[in-house]
């Protein structure tokens, strides 16, 4: 069964963010082994200059890069990243599976972003949008769609 992992940066502070994750970490270890790693976000000062966010970004890489199990084919959630659809992230999944990876590991950083570390180290780099939303809508959104990748390529109406 493949695993999928997401490493991301900061806690779900209220309720329903935590409820609509569980919901979709439920469903989706139905399809997959679903493995949450929810690292602290770093301390920053509330009026942060680029050198500290830049530190900041340093030591969140350092901690999500030790998480990302070995030959596991990582995305990196970015702005930058490519945008796709369901299907072709259905694709994307079921194609690594084909491949031989074991391992799909899905990252979300900080609000200040990932570390060009991190997203080097990436084997492909995702945008969800070309609009911004909140860091905690963005956890949920993912899962949705990775749930939804997984409903179509197991050929279920879930996906219309």
Not at 65 to 71: G, T, V, Y
Not at 103 to 111: M, P, V
Not at 130 to 144: G, K, S, Y
Request: include cysteine; aromatic fraction near 6%; hydrophobic fraction near 40%.
């Amino acid at each position: 069964m493949l695993k999928i992992k997401f490493i991301t940066v900061g806690s779900l502070a209220e309720r329903h963010w935590r409820e609509a994750c569980d919901e979709y970490k439920k469903r989706l270890s139905q399809s997959f082994k679903v493995e949450d790693c929810e690292l602290k976000e770093t301390r920053i000062a509330k009026n942060p200059t680029e050198g500290d966010i830049a530190r900041v970004l340093d030591d969140e890489a350092d901690r999500i890069l030790a998480q990302i199990p070995q030959r596991a084919f990582t995305v990196a959630l970015c702005i930058e990243g490519k945008q796709l659809s369901s299907e072709e992230l259905a694709h994307l999944i079921d194609s690594k599976t084909t491949e031989g990876f074991s391992d799909i590991c899905f990252i979300i950083g900080s609000s200040h972003g990932l570390s060009d570390r991190v997203k080097s180290a990436a084997n492909a780099r995702l945008s969800m949008s070309r609009l911004t939303f909140p860091h905690q809508l963005a956890r949920v959104m993912l899962l949705e769609a990775v749930y939804r990748a997984g409903e179509i390529n197991k050929g279920t109406k879930y996906h219309k």
